[in-house]
């Protein structure tokens, strides 16, 4: 009886300083989270950063994108081919003169926004039959966009009501800008027809499973799926990469009964929270700036956290490396050149050799588009691949920067 009632005792005492050493470590850590809020307000160029720069990009873009609508025409030149005779083969004698659709067509280019007719060559033409290579040299001196060709016979065909056609010959030096332009010369193509009765008339009704309302800004969709895994990233790895390395008064602090993983998470917790803010920021920018979301806001606000916390892990992990703050400045660039280079946002995974592949898809960046495109675009659940991988790596950074700070020496 005397051993169990001791043994009672002990396990009570043992529970009632288990108690006391978490309200004690609890109080410590609430301690040093608002030292660590104290130390960001001593630099608030930092804050600024992380918490007005993403937001004030994003507005940026909606309102870029917003106001290139009307004032991004493609400059263009028109060369003309359109027979203006005709012979009739049965005698060889000339009937009647044609090209009596290139106006029409020519209206139709000026009727159309998005392209700006610079100048109209006739090869027809004795003073203009050399145009074609006038037109080459604009194109090659970057004076326009695409030159438009309009065939041999171009009239004669419409007039018998035979297939014609339009040739085009865009600059292709901007790749994203192809695209652009044979949609403008399109849309040109469907005044002509639509102005002049032609038939038969062809109508594409496509059935766009993913397409973007015309109420919201479809450029900054397109553009968020890549500056923003890009931006959280790299701001929250820009926050926290010197948050170690240049804190001074660590050895001395280590000397009071803080603990070294109390410091630590400190740290986490406080950027964590920022982070949160930012995040919060970020979307209230971009549904303000036209965003059009397929899937779930709070899944979003997840991956983008994700997305964040990972940067925060690297950021933490490199200053617990460094020893200076040069060193962690040179160490930051060199992991961020290597992670964007290799994130397939600017090089396509699939046009790199197998062991880069590999390589790549350990980084945190490749997950993060593909991620924030199935939710943007395609309204899939945040909690796929991309998300999970992302929450490994961040978990091996924090391990990782646990023990290398446990083992790292201060001198007072």
């Known amino acids: 009886m005397v051993k169990e009632q001791k043994t009672d005792k002990n396990q009570k005492s043992s529970f009632k300083r288990t108690i006391i050493n978490l309200k004690n470590s609890l109080f410590r850590l609430f301690k040093q989270i608002k030292k660590e809020f104290r130390l960001l307000r001593t630099d608030p160029w930092n804050l600024v950063i992380a918490l007005l720069l993403p937001p004030g990009i994003i507005m940026l873009f909606s309102f870029m994108n917003q106001e290139a609508g009307n004032g991004s025409a493609f400059p263009v030149v028109i060369v003309s081919n359109d027979s203006n005779t005709f012979i009739n083969p049965n005698n060889n004698y000339t009937e009647t003169t044609w090209d ?13 926004d998005s392209l700006n007719l610079i100048a109209f060559y006739n090869t027809t ?24 060709v309009v065939p041999l016979e171009f009239s004669e065909m419409l007039e018998y009501e ?71 990233f790299g701001i929250a790895n820009v926050l926290t990469i010197l948050v170690i390395v240049k804190e001074k008064p660590i050895a001395r602090l280590l000397l009071t009964p803080v603990k070294r993983a109390e410091v630590l998470i400190s740290k986490y917790i406080t950027y964590s929270l920022v982070l949160f803010l930012q995040t919060l920021l970020i979307l209230l920018a971009s549904i303000f700036g036209g965003l059009y979301l397929k899937g779930s806001l709070s899944e979003l606000f997840l991956a983008i956290y994700i997305l964040g916390y990972t940067g925060i892990s690297l950021g933490l992990f490199i200053s617990s490396l460094s020893k200076s703050k040069t060193e962690a400045n040179q160490l930051f660039f060199a992991f961020f050149i290597v992670i964007i280079l290799l994130s397939g946002i600017f090089v396509p995974l699939g046009s790199m050799p197998i062991y880069l592949r590999v390589f790549a898809n350990i980084l945190p ?5 593909p991620m924030v495109e199935a939710i943007l675009a395609k309204g899939k659940t945040v909690f796929g691949f991309h998300f999970f991988f992302l929450l490994g790596i961040s978990i091996v950074l924090n391990i990782v920067t646990f023990i290398l700070f446990y083992k790292r020496r201060y001198e007072v």
Request: proline residues 7%; aromatic residues 6%; glycine residues 2%.
């Open 100 to 112: 009596n659709y290139t106006i029409p067509y020519i209206n139709a280019v000026n009727e159309t």
């Open 125 to 148: 033409n004795p003073e203009q039959r050399y145009s074609m290579e006038t037109a080459r040299n604009m194109l090659l001196h970057g004076e326009i966009k695409c030159i438009i």
């Open 162 to 232: 035979l297939p014609a056609s339009i040739e085009c010959i865009p600059d292709s030096s901007r790749i994203a800008d192809i695209q652009k332009i044979l949609n403008a010369i399109y849309d040109s193509v469907n005044l002509f027809i639509s102005a002049n009765n032609l038939t038969p008339q062809i109508v594409l009704e496509p059935n766009e499973e993913f397409s973007i309302p015309a109420d919201y800004n479809a450029s900054l969709n397109s553009n968020l799926i890549m500056i923003l895994p890009l931006m959280i």
């Open 365 to 369: 960046l490749t997950h993060g588009s």
